[in-house]
Structure formats: C-alpha cells, structure tokens
C-alpha cells in the first residue's frame, strides 16, 4: 500500500505542547484498510491522534508512530452522526451545529481528535463523550479484528473507559443526539469558547490541556492554586496565571523541563493536602534516567 510515510521524523511539530524528539518513521493512514495494514505488519507501533494531551520524549522513540489524524470521514443520519477517530472534536461540534445537533456543545474548544476524546471520555461544562455515544468501532490487538463495542461495554468512567484497559484502538464511533435550534447551541458554543478563553491558554501558548485529573468531588485545578503553584517554572516551562491546571512551554522547553514542573506541583499538593494528583497527560518514547525518576512517582498509581 502506498501509504504516507514521513522519516526521521520531529515529532514535536504534530503535538500541541511543541516538545519531543525524532521518530524513525511516522505514518498517517488515511483508510481503515491502511490502519489495519500497519497494524499487521509493523512491530509494536504507537497509536497517536492530535498529539493534545501527551509529553513526547525530547529523547524520541524507537517505536514506529501511526498518526490517524487523516482518517476523517463523518456522516450525518438524522440525529445519529458517524465519525472515524481522527475527526477534531470543534470540528465535530461545528458540524452538529449546522445539522441543528445538540450534544457536541462542550467541544467546541477542544484540539483533540475523536479517537482520544472517547479514550478519555472527554468532558466539560456538564457534557461528556458518554453522554451521546452509541456504537464505538476498535480495532483488538489480541484478536487483530475490528469490533464493535455498545455504550454499556465502554464502561466510561471519569476521564476512563474501557479503551484504557485493554488492547483496544478507536477507528469510529456512532453518536445519537437530539435536535435543537441552532441559536441555542450556537449561544451555549460561544459560552464554552468564552470561558476556555477567560481561563485556558489558547494553543499560541504551547500546552496540551488539564495536567492532573480532578481527584473524586474535588478539582485538581482548585487544589493546585490553593498550594499556590502559579508562577512556579523551570527555566522553559511555566505554570499557566489564570489557571493552575496547565503548564505552557515558554518556547523551547524539553520533556523533562515539563515533568519537572509537574513533579513541584503534585508535591505542593501532596505536602498541603495529603492527597496524590494523577496525571492527565501521558508521557511516550524513551527517557533519561531523571524522567525516569519523575515518572515513577507520577505515573505510580496509573502503573499498578
């Protein structure tokens, strides 16, 4: 198959943090069919979309990467939209607004695609990915097939689903939503946008969204600011001023610049409230013996 491949790769331009190191090989299928045909023949590949909420190795990685970000096609059915996994999420959103489609709201602002927003079970302002979807199409890994998983078996949880425990890799979805009048949703849209930009950076502060999980009836980012991380950095990353949850890469900042500053900040609030952050983000590819260090404190609870 004549599928495009890019070489050598800086992976740091497809990630919305803009940090990472040189890939071997990076393909981006643009079929189900060229997925399937990676899948089979490349040896222990690395599944991304966006690249929204990940910290790439500035080290890189010796794994093959398969981008699904031009696998894109949707299609709408009355109420029901179709979606394959590398669809953006404010794509989508717009989209269900011209269809007159209410559900997609609280994804206006999001860069992620829908592969890692139904991984995640994505959420914000009272609507998550749960909330509509249908159908999700993956493919398994143990079983190389493609199979179609119900709402009940995705078992979504907070920010989980059942893609996180097994070797499962979203290819679509099926969503049902309800009909509404556009101006509605166009008014609850702009107020998502408008909160996001009072409070979040936008993407020309390079970031890649919450850190930390929101620990069980709490907020991550309410704990974070009441240990009073804002204005901590390293010497390329920062702790965003409007809001303690996001770390922006002030320009050249490296992965371990960031996992440095996640460290200083799950320790101000494990030293203030006793309580252990869990990382949002995912860390890929290699590390060095410090990032090592970090994540196994970070990432311990995710490991067990």
């Not at 979606?83 to 269809?99: D, I, N, R, S």
């Given at each position: 198959?004549?599928?495009?491949?890019?070489?050598?790769f800086?992976?740091?331009?497809?990630?919305?943090?803009?940090?990472?190191?040189?890939?071997?090989?990076?393909?981006f299928?643009?079929?189900?069919?060229?997925?399937?045909?990676?899948?089979?023949?490349?040896?222990?590949?690395?599944?991304?979309?966006?690249?929204?909420?990940?910290?790439?190795?500035?080290?890189?990685?010796?794994?093959?990467?398969?981008?699904?970000?031009?696998?894109?096609?949707?299609?709408?059915?009355?109420?029901?939209?179709?979606?394959e996994?590398?669809?953006?999420?404010?794509?989508?959103?717009?989209?269900?607004?011209?269809?007159g489609?209410?559900?997609?709201?609280?994804?206006?602002?999001?860069?992620?695609?829908?592969?890692?927003?139904?991984?995640?079970?994505?959420?914000?302002?009272?609507?998550?990915?749960?909330?509509?979807?249908?159908?999700?199409?993956?493919?398994?890994?143990?079983?190389?097939?493609?199979?179609?998983?119900?709402?009940?078996?995705?078992?979504?949880?907070?920010?989980?689903?059942?893609?996180?425990?097994?070797?499962?890799?979203?290819?679509?979805?099926?969503?049902?939503?309800?009909?509404?009048n556009?101006?509605?949703?166009?008014?609850?849209?702009?107020?998502?946008?408008?909160?996001?930009?009072n409070?979040?950076?936008?993407?020309?502060?390079?970031?890649?969204?919450?850190?930390?999980?929101?620990?069980?009836?709490?907020?991550?980012?309410?704990?974070?600011?009441?240990?009073?991380?804002?204005?901590?950095?390293?010497?390329?990353?920062?702790?965003?001023?409007?809001?303690?949850?996001?770390?922006?890469?002030?320009?050249?900042?490296?992965?371990?610049?960031i996992?440095?500053?996640?460290?200083?900040?799950?320790?101000?609030?494990?030293?203030?409230?006793?309580?252990?952050?869990?990382?949002?983000?995912?860390?890929?590819?290699?590390?060095?013996?410090?990032?090592?260090?970090?994540c196994?404190?970070?990432?311990?609870?995710?490991?067990?």
């Amino acid at each position: 198959m004549d599928i495009e491949l890019k070489e050598n790769f800086d992976i740091k331009n497809l990630t919305t943090f803009k940090v990472g190191g040189v890939v071997k090989k990076v393909y981006f299928p643009k079929t189900q069919g060229e997925f399937l045909h990676l899948m089979r023949t490349e040896k222990n590949p690395i599944i991304l979309g966006a690249c929204s909420n990940i910290i790439f190795s500035s080290q890189g990685c010796d794994n093959t990467i398969i981008c699904t970000s031009k696998m894109s096609n949707l299609q709408i059915r009355g109420t029901k939209i179709i979606t394959e996994c590398g669809v953006k999420g404010a794509y989508l959103a717009q989209k269900a607004l011209e269809a007159g489609l209410s559900g997609f709201e609280f994804m206006i602002g999001f860069p992620g695609t829908m592969g890692g927003n139904i991984f995640m079970n994505a959420g914000a302002h009272n609507q998550s990915i749960a909330d509509t979807l249908s159908m999700v199409c993956v493919y398994d890994k143990d079983k190389d097939d493609v199979i179609y998983l119900s709402k009940q078996e995705m078992q979504f949880g907070y920010r989980h689903s059942i893609i996180q425990d097994k070797k499962y890799i979203v290819l679509g979805a099926e969503f049902d939503l309800k009909k509404e009048n556009p101006e509605k949703i166009k008014d609850l849209m702009d107020r998502n946008l408008e909160f996001r930009k009072n409070i979040q950076p936008s993407l020309v502060h390079p970031n890649a969204g919450s850190v930390f999980k929101n620990p069980e009836h709490d907020s991550a980012g309410r704990l974070l600011d009441k240990a009073g991380v804002k204005g901590l950095e390293t010497p390329n990353a920062l702790v965003w001023n409007k809001h303690a949850n996001f770390i922006v890469n002030k320009g050249n900042a490296s992965s371990q610049d960031i996992l440095e500053l996640m460290l200083m900040m799950y320790n101000k609030v494990k030293r203030t409230y006793t309580i252990e952050l869990i990382p949002e983000v995912r860390y890929i590819g290699k590390m060095n013996k410090r990032e090592e260090e970090i994540c196994k404190e970070l990432y311990k609870k995710i490991q067990k």
